[in-house]
């Protein structure tokens, strides 16, 4: 298996332009997590899906932020309008039910100048 | 809710020495603990978990943790580290039977010949 895929893995773009980060986890997984790694903050669940469907969004930072999952195979994050304070490293992650291991993608790091 | 400290946020040590990596947590309800690794430039990935029974949890790379329910803690340990150890290791919290994880700052480990 290729391990959960994420894309691009580099990003730099101006404030104020649209940024959409693209996830594909592991088949058969049924969770997706979208997580952001920032050295003031740490490691922060910013939502997760079960069977394609947002479960807990509580951590998604404001109306700026979106995430969709169209099928179990894809999802994606954008930021819209970004801004310098979105910089960050973002990680999509992937488990099956009831084994309790997340799986982590490379990350994209993310530059808003 | 719940909420993780890793005491130390730097561990330097030199090779083949051992090593404890300390983190406490705080919960209402019963929880599952779990230990992550990340290496530099990569995503996350799981060492070791404890959902239940034996306190003491053996994972990968020779590394082992213990529950402590009066202590609250599930500290890291490894008895000889080797140069391939030096990571940055999460300790993390799920309520029993969820699947959302709250995680620690984090603690670098600096592995020195």
């Known amino acids: 298996d290729a391990g959960v895929i994420q894309s691009p893995r580099h990003e730099v773009t101006e404030m104020g332009q649209e940024v959409t980060l693209r996830c594909k986890p592991i088949s058969g997984h049924d969770y997706l997590f979208w997580y952001r790694q920032t050295m003031m903050r740490g490691l922060e669940l910013l939502i997760y899906f079960n069977n394609n469907v947002p479960i807990d969004d509580s951590g998604m930072p ?17 930021i819209q309008p970004s801004e310098p304070r979105d910089s960050a490293v973002y990680f999509c992650a992937s488990s099956n039910p009831e084994r309790y291991e997340q799986y982590f993608g490379p990350g994209t790091r993310l530059t808003v100048t | 809710a719940q909420s993780v400290t890793q005491l130390d946020s730097q561990v330097p040590v030199f090779e083949e020495a051992p090593v404890e990596l300390r983190c406490n947590y705080s919960s209402s309800v019963s929880v599952y603990l779990f230990w992550y690794v990340q290496y530099p430039n990569q995503g996350l990935q799981l060492l070791l978990k404890y959902l239940s029974g034996s306190t003491l949890v053996k994972g990968i790379n020779g590394f082992e943790a213990e529950f402590n329910k009066s202590q609250t803690s599930f500290h890291l340990r490894k008895p000889s580290v080797h140069i391939s150890d030096t990571a940055e290791y999460f300790c993390a ?12 700052k984090g603690t670098k480990l600096t592995v020195n010949p």
């Open chain 1, 62 to 78: 404001e109306d700026r932020f979106s995430a969709k999952m169209p099928n179990a195979s894809f999802s994606t994050l954008k």
């Open chain 2, 93 to 104: 919290v799920s309520e029993s039977g969820s699947e959302k994880l709250v995680f620690g």
